[in-house]
């Protein structure tokens, strides 16, 4: 046992299904000051003054370490600094430890800071929305990476929050290629008290939106690795005495009635957006990577695998 | 003077009337700035409906075989639709 509040079967299933774990305002509100206060002041608009230039020196000036790809999450943070407290905080210990496993690795971090109209008029930039994309480049791995999305303080409607798409995760495309799809159904914004952190499927579809308030918007993204080093990377690392044995299929399509609430059920469930056929061939990824965090090959849900599976003529 | 407009539906299936899932507006005319997650709720329930209000179709996404070992693979949206409008502006 790791001591760690680790996230139960129905949990996992609902990150294997949608990409994303939410918690809202699970970080101290002491903490959220102090990483404010290292992140430190960021400067007032000044006509003709471009908004790089001003987010260059407002990363220059942050109190948030360079640290180099691949070094251990557990050394990345200096002790007793803000980010450190953060991802020792048991919450995210639990949730990290139950997605990545053992010793993660540290891949990269970045503060996103999002300018009100103000800054853009000043600079002469226009103020629009991030094109939604999938981080880093195409993936074809079944192993995924998380992404911790941190908001320090409370994001409203108008402020932007990051826009994510539920269940994009396991599509694999080329970073912004997909920058022509403006709406998605079913597309989430972020806002949220102070404190809630958002874990993400490293390829879950997402942007960030713009700000029309007249407040600055500061979220902070790390991403972590599993550690192929491991004995023990990201399978079965989840409370796995939550796991529910599955003694046969459910019934399926002439059912009389809603069927109780399982991590068959989580997995079968649609996202507004999904097309009609491949909405189909999500469920079938999905039960490939239940598969894989499970370590059981022959697990399924309503029959998807099983059918496919069959090799009758062979 | 004429100035393009570009409405981009994709849709649940091939059929050009089943439901919306996604979309995208592009303005020649610079009158309004559409952008990524602007509006949560599609402009149209199908691609019909768009041409019922004026829409004029220019292009569709082609049904393509599904390449062997590579059947389970899912990336892009696959029902685009481009439809296109021609809108007065003042020179």
Known sequence: ?????????????????????????????????????????????????????????????????????????????????????????????????????????????????????AYHEASGGENVSQHTHQDSTIDPRTAFDIQIMYYPHDVTREMGGTRFVPGTHLRRVSEVALGRYQNIRGQQHMVCEPGTLLFIHSGIWHGGGVNLSDRTRTMFKIRINPNPRSSRTQVRQFDVSTLVPQNQQRPIFYVKGPLPPSVEQTLMTPEPWFEQDTGRLEFLNRIRLWRYLTDDPTYDADYWLTRVENLAEV | MQRQKILVLYTANSALDSPVIGWSVYDGTGQTRPMAGDQDEPPYRTGVDALKDGWRLIQAAQLLPHARGAEFDLAYLKYEFFFEQFVEVQP
Do not use: C, W
């Open chain 1, 1 to 117: 046992m790791t001591g760690l509040p680790l996230l139960n079967a129905q949990q996992m299933a609902q990150f294997v299904a949608r990409g994303f774990l939410r918690l809202d305002g699970v970080v101290p509100e002491a903490l959220n000051a102090q990483f404010l206060q290292e992140m430190g002041e960021i400067a007032p608009p000044v006509p003709g003054r471009g908004l790089m230039r001003t987010y260059g020196e407002m990363l220059a000036k942050a109190g948030v370490p360079e640290v180099a790809a691949g070094t251990p999450l557990g050394q990345a943070y200096p002790e007793g600094s803000a980010l450190a407290k953060l991802v020792q905080l048991p919450v995210v210990a639990g949730a990290i430890r139950s997605l990545v496993g053992e010793d993660p690795i540290f891949d990269h971090h970045f503060l996103h800071v999002t300018f009100p109209p």
